[in-house]
């Protein structure tokens, strides 16, 4: 069995090392981000920060149940996300969603990271097979299920 320190540990890293892959796409593939992809970098930012937050606290229940949140929200959000590319007609492109996006402090002093410039539709192309949403969808539901795993297990002691 994995520790519950480890476990936070893990998954922090894995949030910022996917945060690395974004940027990745961003600057060196040119796959811009839409606004729903600038969205599920906060939350993978939201779920990594509390997993290490909850890996230096005494108690880790705190960290596992934000992060928890933030994954089942990353969830939501990939999966509105697949919804728009699996309906062509629908997009996220330039609306209000997008100039608020934009407008928000991070988006102006990090605009390399939080800067939704693409469309959800160009957001097809991917990696190994799947679409970059998928793989979002993907991790969110690997750290719902292990950090949803981790607060039951604590409980059940």
């Known amino acids: 069995m994995m520790n519950p320190r480890s476990l936070l540990l893990s998954i922090a890293l894995a949030c910022f090392g996917l945060i690395g892959v974004a940027l990745y796409l961003q600057h060196v593939v ?7 992809c ?10 990594g920060f509390a997993c290490l937050a909850g890996y230096f606290m005494k108690n880790t229940a705190i960290g596992t149940g934000i992060g928890l949140l933030g994954a089942l929200g990353g969830l939501g959000v990939a999966g509105k996300h697949l919804y728009v590319l699996a309906h062509p007609g629908l997009s996220c492109g330039i609306d209000p969603m ?20 693409g469309l959800c539709e160009n957001a097809t192309d991917g990696l190994l097979g799947m679409s970059i ?3 979002a969808f993907v991790w969110f539901g690997l750290f719902a299920v292990a950090l949803g795993w981790s607060l039951l297990r604590r409980r059940a002691q």
């Open 98 to 117: 997008e100039t608020m996006l934009n407008k928000i402090p991070t988006a102006t002093y990090l605009p390399f990271l939080f800067q939704a410039d």
């Open 30 to 36: 040119d796959l811009l981000p839409c606004p729903l």
């Open 133 to 135: 949403p998928q793989w």
């Open 38 to 47: 600038v969205i599920q970098r906060y939350l993978f930012l939201l779920i």
